[in-house]
């Protein structure tokens, strides 16, 4: 019977320690491992970045993105990509730019010179993220096009190595 | 007396709760802000039209500079220089450097490279030429050979040789 009660008196603790100590050591991993990085890089889930040894962080930009099967600006598709090449929009092969791109990034840089909607003070850049298997052909014409609407600055977004 | 006693034989046990709730807050916020891979740039430009300077005055003569030009071809690179020096000075600059087992040998042009930028140290400007059927990664690759050397990976120490690079296509 005297056992019987020592054993109902008896309170269990769960002893924390050791679970302590795994969560200090997972906070301390991410906190080193938090980025400051400018949240306004859109990175797209479709396309596999060139790896680089470049060392430039990422700045304030205009994202164009080139997928292997669509073109976007800012996450908003634009034009289909078909075997490398644009497709369903219209192109003027004299001027080499694509037209629905043009006239947003035209109309981009209307609104930008009107107001001020660069956070930084450098000039507006085109923040260029490609699909590292995708042909020069297509990357020019992207590039040709930008230049012609006001942006003939870019950065190429790439993976460190 | 006796009080004292009993207080002595108390352990104290510290109330974990609060900063387990701390932790349990936190780690979901870091675990979706943290970078798992890290991404950096490259600055490039296209060609763009300028409007003439004077051309009244002759444009001084500028010898420690040259602007080199890379065509990217299938079958490997081909190197030119611009700039106001001798035509044959700028000729001796030029080359070809054959791909290596089917492979863009970039070892040898950033070799090229350098040896240009230590002759030539005002020079900043590449001029990339790919060929309408080259790779993004290879038009990478060329840039990063042409444009710096990682001389200590640890210490992060780097080489710039030219760190402007235009990039156009072969007409």
């Known amino acids: 019977m005297s056992r019987k009660r020592t054993k109902e008196v008896e309170v269990m603790s ?20 938090f980025s400051s990085q400018d949240q306004n890089l859109k990175l797209d889930g479709d396309l596999t970045l060139p790896e680089s040894i470049a060392g430039l962080d990422f700045k304030w930009a205009i994202n164009v993105n ?13 034009a289909k990509v078909r075997n490398g090449k644009i497709s369903g929009v219209k192109i003027d092969k004299d001027k080499k730019r694509i037209l629905p791109l043009y006239n947003l990034l035209k109309k981009y840089k209307e ?9 930084t003070e ?13 042909p020069f052909q297509l990357i020019d ?8 609407a006001g942006y003939p600055n870019f950065r190429f977004v790439v993976l460190k190595k | 007396m006796k009080s004292k006693g009993k207080t002595k034989e108390e352990p104290v046990d510290l109330n974990m709760v609060p900063i387990m709730n701390l932790f349990l807050a936190m780690i979901p916020f870091l675990l979706m802000c943290a970078a798992f891979f ?25 010898l420690q500079k040259v602007t080199v030009n890379v ?6 690179f ?32 950033a070799q090229k490279m350098k040896s240009i930028k230590d002759k030539y140290r005002k020079s900043d400007t590449v001029i990339l030429l790919p060929d309408k059927g080259i790779l993004y990664d290879t038009l990478v690759k060329t840039m990063d050979a042409t444009r710096e050397r990682i001389l200590d990976k640890k210490l992060d120490t780097r080489e710039y040789l030219f760190t402007n690079a235009v990039v156009s296509s072969i007409l």
């Open chain 2, 71 to 76: 065509q990217i071809t299938n079958s490997g």
């Open chain 1, 141 to 148: 014409l992207v590039m040709k096009t930008a230049a012609q």
């Open chain 2, 78 to 109: 081909g190197i030119s220089a611009t700039g106001d020096q001798p035509d044959a000075e700028l000729k001796a600059l030029g080359g070809v450097i054959p791909k290596n087992g089917g492979k863009y040998d970039f070892e040898k042009l």
């Open chain 1, 66 to 78: 080139i997928t292997p099967t669509e073109l976007k600006v800012e996450g908003n598709p634009i």
């Open chain 1, 14 to 33: 769960l002893n924390l320690t050791s679970m302590m100590d795994m969560f200090t050591i997972i906070l301390v991993f991410l906190i080193f491992s």
């Open chain 1, 111 to 119: 609104i930008e010179n009107r107001e001020k909607v660069n956070p």
């Open chain 2, 38 to 62: 890290q991404v950096s740039v490259i600055n490039a430009s296209v060609p763009a039209l300028s409007e003439g300077g004077d051309s009244s005055q002759e444009p001084k003569k500028e």
């Open chain 1, 122 to 134: 450098d000039e507006t850049v085109i923040a260029f993220q490609a699909d590292k298997n995708l």
